[in-house]
C-alpha cells in the first residue's frame, strides 16, 4: 500500500544552520507530494506541496522537490529561525477525496 | 473564516466512560476527516466522510469507535466504552473535494486523556 517514511527526529539545529528533513514514499501510480507543519499547541497547516515529478514546491523559505526516480521529497531550508521549531509532516494523496497518509512526523528544534 | 473547530479542546476521562469528540467543518468543504495522533503511531486516518457520507472507516480501530456526520456542519467521534490506549489527541479536518488536489484545513485537536 501507499507509504510515507520520514527520518526520526529529533533535529536540533543553531539559528541560521541549514536544515534537510528526508521524506521517502511508497506508492502506486503518481501521488501528489505534500509538507505540512504542526506549530506547538495546533492544528496541522500546509507548508508546500508538488504534483508531479521535477516540480519544487516552496513556501516562507522551505523548497522540496518531487524527484520520481528516488521517490523522494525531501523538504530544505537554508537558514532556520527560532520560529521554525514545529513538527514536520511529509504526506501524499492516497485515492480521491483528497485522502491524505501521513509520514511519523520529525520535529525540528532551533536554538539561538 | 472561523476555520475548523472542535470541542472539547481537552478531554479527561475515566476508563470505561462514554467519550464524544465533536467537530464543525468549514463552511462549503464537503470532505471532513478524522486523525489520531500519539508518539507511537504517529498520525492515522480514522474514517472520512465526503458529502456527509463514510467513505473509509478501516483506518477506526475497533468496534469502540464510531463516527456519524449527519450534516454538512457537524461531526462527532465517540469512544464507547474508552480505554487507556485510546489517551491521544484527535484532529478534524476538512477540504472541498474538487478535481485537483484542495488543501485540508485541520481544527486545533482535542487532547483526550484516559485514566
Known amino acids: 500500500g501507499n507509504s510515507v517514511t520520514q527520518m526520526e527526529g529529533p533535529v536540533t539545529l543553531s539559528e541560521e544552520a541549514f536544515l534537510t528533513i528526508n521524506c521517502t514514499y511508497t506508492?502506486?501510480?503518481?501521488?501528489?507530494l505534500f509538507w505540512y507543519v504542526q506549530y506547538p499547541g495546533e492544528g496541522l497547516q500546509l507548508l508546500l506541496k508538488a504534483t508531479k515529478a521535477d516540480d519544487k514546491g516552496s513556501n516562507k523559505g522551505f523548497e522540496a522537490t518531487y524527484r520520481k526516480e528516488t521517490t523522494s521529497f525531501h523538504l530544505e531550508k537554508g537558514s532556520v529561525q527560532v520560529s521554525d521549531s514545529a513538527v514536520y509532516f511529509c504526506?501524499?494523496?492516497?485515492?480521491?477525496?483528497?485522502?491524505?497518509?501521513f509520514g511519523a512526523g520529525t520535529r525540528l528544534a532551533v536554538h539561538p | 473564516d472561523a476555520g475548523v473547530i472542535q470541542s472539547p479542546r481537552h478531554e479527561v476521562t475515566e476508563m470505561g466512560q462514554e467519550v464524544t469528540l465533536r467537530c464543525k467543518p468549514i463552511?462549503?468543504?464537503?470532505?471532513l476527516f478524522w486523525y489520531r495522533q500519539t508518539m507511537m503511531r504517529g498520525l492515522e486516518l480514522l474514517i472520512y466522510f465526503n458529502n456527509n457520507v463514510p467513505i473509509d472507516d478501516s483506518g477506526m480501530p475497533e468496534d469502540r469507535f464510531s463516527a456519524k456526520m449527519p450534516n454538512a456542519s457537524f461531526s462527532t467521534l465517540k469512544i464507547q466504552p474508552s480505554e487507556p490506549r485510546d489517551s491521544a489527541v484527535y484532529f478534524c479536518?476538512?477540504?472541498?473535494?474538487?478535481?485537483?488536489?484542495?488543501?485540508?484545513?485541520f481544527g486545533s485537536g482535542t487532547q483526550l486523556s484516559v485514566l
Open positions: 504526506a501524499l494523496i492516497s485515492g480521491g477525496y483528497n485522502k491524505l497518509i
Open positions: 506508492a502506486t501510480g503518481y501521488p501528489s
Open positions: 463552511s462549503g468543504h464537503n470532505s
Open positions: 479536518a476538512s477540504s472541498v473535494d474538487r478535481e485537483g488536489y484542495e488543501k485540508l484545513f
